[in-house]
């Protein structure tokens, strides 16, 4: 799980949700700090389209230091890598096929499409309904941090119907409050991985470059492999995120998508197979019995005799 950045608006996640029938998307912009989101409604997820959307949220709350998305098509053009270099932004793409790496935002858009499914089973307007969800989510303690996005960000509680003054006591000052922001942080990440790591069955990364692997492939029907059958070579490791390549391609995968191939394990089991006694044309070759089990009559049938 990845450390609290160094303080607020530093580095966002992004995402986006939909379409809805409205043709409608959801922009989500994340501060990876404070957890403060902020949502903007688009036709499109082109680069044309987003960068505007983008340039509003940097004017009103400033340019952070990295901006983490996924590997979608508005992110892969020259036009917002030309964006991103004249802002001094480091635009930094999620390990694909690994949706984790983005969970803070990922969790969010759950939570955000169960208010526009409740909205509209109530016939209420979904746009209006996001904003009131907004307004109580930001001013909400968090329950990672245990201080509101809203407060974590601007160092104050915002005014909402709710009673913020029972769920978000003040604690007595900007520079306090942040200090128990990263031990509640720490704390409550070490726990989550703990619960994970056991989960999962969790093991130490054993990838280094130049090691002959298998990645996973996605099954297609009851026959296919859980593994692509020709082996690749790790090229890069950056943390849990592998780079891996053969003549065909390149991949970069989480780590948990390979399996090391152990060519010593392999040459023992082709020895194991090459013992194995095998049957020719000119001669004949007894394969080892299996023990059988010694026959007795019935204890009464004894008795009778």
Known sequence: MSPLPSGPWTELSMDFCGPFPSGDYLM???DEYSRYPIVDFLKSTSAKAVIPKLDKIF???GIPKVLKTDNGPPFNGTEF???SEYLGLSHRKITPLWPKANAESERFMRTIEKTIKAA?????????EIFTFLRNYRATPHCTTK???FEALFGRKIRTKMDVDVLNENKGGKYEIHTEMKENDIKAKSKMKQHADHYSSAKEIDLEVGDNVLVKQPKSNKLSTPYEPKPLEILKTKGTMV???NDEKTITRNASHFKKLDDKADQDQE???DEIPVKTDNSTCELPSRPKREIRAPKTLIEEM
């Open 28 to 30: 989500v912009v994340m």
């Open 59 to 61: 004017a009103e709350f």
């Open 81 to 83: 890598r030309q964006y």
């Open 120 to 128: 509209n089973v109530e016939n209420k307007s979904w746009k209006q």
């Open 147 to 149: 201080v509101s996005p």
């Open 243 to 245: 780079t891996a390549g």
């Open 271 to 273: 020895l194991e197979v």
